[in-house]
């Protein structure tokens, strides 16, 4: 095996997913002209190093469980992804519903898609998702109100969150909760920042109906802080489809798992 090619096949792999934040098997096959068995050998080895993390068909930057991005950096990450994911999700909502819409870059995208409903009231600790909303209410994209849940701001990931925010949150019942999280595995939600996956579970415990909303990239990844059982969510919303192996687990048996992609928009 020669050691050299490695490494550049390694450099020129990393350096993709600096530009891309994501990288396909096939696309790196057909770019240093190995065959897709040599670049899936490459990835689990980066793997290992936790330079990168494996998903189905590729890639992902790796994300320490300290390490949470900004919020504007994160908007960017898996951009077209988010946005699939937000346009899906927003079709859930239905004139008169009571929603909650928690912290993240997906449910920015939920309201950035929220159209033709009315009478909507929805709840959110997301300063970005507020004024989203704001702008979409004053275009009349959408009819109803926004309530925006008091606190102590977090100004890097735009969010508030603290005892009075969750103190406020009990008050309380949700036809809908849309949550996003730092990782989804079989054995549940997580995420990094314990005020705002607190924020999060008190929507969880309050809502009729639970939505999490991830990007592929969120399977299997680890964060600091358990959310909440998969048990308690009703629906999850990705870009890919549940993972073979999560099927063989009870728990996982009664979730609804909706694919987005292009093709549901289609006229």
């Not at 079709?91 to 929220?114: H, P, R, Y």
Request: glycine share 6%.
């Amino acid at each position: 095996m020669n050691k050299s090619l490695m490494s550049e096949r390694y450099k020129v792999i990393l350096r993709e997913l600096d530009m891309k934040t994501r990288v396909s098997v096939i696309d790196l096959a057909l770019k240093l002209n190995v065959t897709p068995e040599t670049i899936r050998k490459d990835l689990s080895a980066l793997e290992k190093e936790k330079k990168l993390r494996r998903i189905h068909g590729g890639a992902v930057k790796y994300v320490g469980v300290s390490n949470e991005p900004d919020f504007n950096h994160k908007v960017s990450l898996a951009h077209h992804q988010k946005q699939l994911i937000g346009e899906a999700a927003a079709s859930f909502i239905k004139d008169g519903e009571t929603i909650a819409l928690d912290v993240g870059s997906t449910t920015l995208q939920i309201a950035n898609s929220i159209k033709n409903v009315r009478n909507v009231s929805i709840v959110t600790n997301s300063l970005a998702a507020a004024v989203t909303l704001n702008n979409r209410l004053e275009a009349n994209l959408f009819s109803g109100k926004v309530i925006v849940i008091g606190g102590t701001s977090n100004p890097r990931q735009r969010s508030i969150s603290g005892s009075i925010t969750n103190q406020l949150l009990e008050q309380f019942y949700f036809d809908k909760a849309f949550i996003s999280c730092g990782g989804i595995s079989r054995n549940g939600i997580c995420d990094f920042d314990v005020e705002k996956a607190a924020a999060s579970s008190i929507m969880i415990k309050k809502a009729k109906q639970v939505y999490v909303v991830a990007d592929s990239s969120k399977f299997n990844q680890s964060a600091f802080f358990h959310m909440d059982r998969l048990s308690s969510i009703d629906v999850v919303i990705s870009d890919q489809d549940m993972p073979i192996q999560w099927a063989k687990y009870a728990n996982i048996g009664k979730l609804d798992w909706v694919k987005a992609d292009e093709r549901m928009y289609v006229d």
